[in-house]
């Protein structure tokens, strides 16, 4: 048997106390039971295990109720004995001490006969919320399921949504003490093989103690992606998003202890997109994402247009001469500007710091009181807080956060540009963002695909949200096996 790892009872008792220490850590649970006439330590941690189903499965095996088992007990034959006892049917055989050592560690409930037989058995039952609705993917109507921080509930609600065999979640432990479990998910006769052995050589590469961040730190391991300020890969917490985009052959990583699944490759479109466009008609699934498309472009040149009219008035058509400050101030313009920015964005951090009960009157406070004293005193022209709010709007609208926050920093580069070298800044600043936007190629990606390079067919189905009835190849990007969907 290979499962024999150590010498005896008391060698794993050693073996365990050298690890966790004796009776210094009180969810470690260290005890000698019986299974029937067979004495066995029984390893645990208390809060990752199921305490109910690990109960009923030891009471009935405390005592030994009928005489006539005792010949069934040969020492010899004990690791036999325990199969037949205790046949569980998520029982395991760890090959070494290590993995019996990380099994607990995972949550499963460790054996270790007489003999130093040493089994684990499937009692996992991770703390965490039950499957509900993300807050920042919201649908008026469709399922209001979403990931929790159950690795195991995750794959469960996927593979609800896709029935196939061919559906693989390749599990793995990355990091030194922290031992994350990541999920790799993906349809085998559909996923690229090149993108898929590119993610596994990425993960194993990863030479660190933890995963504090789950997910976004993965994100960094992978891509390295120091200080780009734009997301290379999408996040979601909908079944239904990552269940259709793993049928378009994309990938998915899952993270233990995170909500938020990830999906690669991506480009910058996949950010835009929304499950409230398929939740629609196609008609008024094209007009919502068309909208979310202008509030984008919008909430990056709207502000700077401003700014350039307002400071430079022989550019101002007469029908546009309401533009500009009109209220006098002591503060430069451009300074307002990005007071008024900073001040929105103080605004958000602190309704994430405030009590859900005290975050409306916060926003009271700041958004009504504050901005209207401000324009009285003369701090700030009642344009630029008008038009700082209609930006702030047209940013909530991006379905991407971190997208709409790397959004951000292009405006303040593009407003800097402008008040510097006037219309040429402004067009230098949309060339300079556009270039960069273009050099990128996360997983040799185009990440402007299908605008760069330029696919007509791919480009019209971005901004066009076609009937599902209609035959649509899979995105020519993720190099899928099969192209064709039906």
Request: glycine share 6%; with cysteine; proline share 6%.
């Amino acid at each position: 048997m290979t499962n024999k790892i150590f010498a005896s009872i008391e060698d794993a008792k050693e073996f365990l106390y050298s690890k966790f220490g004796k009776n210094e850590s009180f969810d470690v649970c260290i005890k000698e039971v019986h299974v029937k006439d067979l004495p066995v330590l029984c390893v645990y941690i208390s809060g990752l295990v199921d305490g109910s189903t690990l109960t009923v499965q030891l009471t009935p095996l405390y005592f030994n109720s009928d005489e006539k088992q005792h010949h069934l007990l040969p020492v010899e034959k004990e690791d036999t004995y325990f199969d037949n006892i205790f046949n569980f049917y998520g029982k395991a055989e760890p090959k070494d001490k290590e993995e019996f050592l990380l099994g607990v560690l995972s949550g499963q409930v460790g054996f270790v006969t007489q003999q130093g037989y040493a089994y684990l058995t499937e009692l996992r039952n991770y703390p965490g919320r039950q499957p509900e609705e993300p807050d920042n993917e919201k649908v008026i109507r469709g399922s209001r399921d979403g990931f929790a921080e159950n690795i195991m509930v995750n794959t469960a609600l996927i593979r609800r949504r896709i029935r196939s065999p061919a559906l693989r979640f390749e599990l793995h432990k990355i990091t030194s003490n922290g031992r994350t479990d990541i999920a790799i998910a993906y349809l085998k006769d559909i996923v690229n093989d090149k993108h898929l052995n590119w993610v596994k050589q990425r993960i194993e590469e990863i030479k660190h103690d933890g995963l504090t961040m789950a997910d976004k730190t993965l994100e960094e391991w992978i891509f390295k992606q120091r200080f780009h300020p734009v997301p290379f890969v999408r996040y979601s917490e909908r079944p239904d998003i990552v269940a259709a985009h793993l049928l378009e052959g994309h990938i998915a990583i899952i993270v233990d202890t995170s909500p938020s699944v990830i999906l690669l490759p991506i480009t910058l479109f996949h950010l835009m997109q929304h499950a409230e466009e398929y939740r629609q008609s196609p008609l008024v699934g094209s007009t919502v994402r068309l909208l979310r498309y202008s509030a984008i472009i919008l909430s990056l040149t709207l502000m700077p247009i401003w700014y350039l009219l307002a400071t430079h008035e022989e550019y101002l058509p007469e029908a546009l001469d309401f533009i500009g400050a009109k209220e006098e101030s002591n503060i430069p313009l451009l300074l307002q500007v990005f007071i008024a920015d900073l001040g929105l964005e103080y605004l958000r951090i602190a309704a994430i710091h405030t009590p859900t009960p005290l975050s409306t009157a916060m926003g009271l406070v700041a958004g009504v009181i504050i901005g209207q004293i401000a324009i009285d005193v003369g701090l700030f022209s009642s344009e630029v807080v008008l038009y700082s709010a209609v930006v702030a709007i047209f940013t909530f609208a991006i379905p991407t956060f971190e997208l709409s926050v790397s959004i951000k920093y292009f405006r303040f580069i593009v407003l800097v540009l402008t008040a510097l070298f006037g219309p040429s800044g402004f067009f230098i600043g949309f060339f300079i963002i556009f270039s960069y936007f273009c050099a990128l190629r996360p997983m040799q990606i185009p990440y402007m695909w299908p605008l760069v390079p330029f696919f007509p067919k791919a480009f019209l189905r971005v901004f066009i949200r076609f009937p599902m009835s209609e035959d649509a190849l899979r995105p020519y990007i993720v190099g899928a096996k099969q192209r064709k969907r039906t």
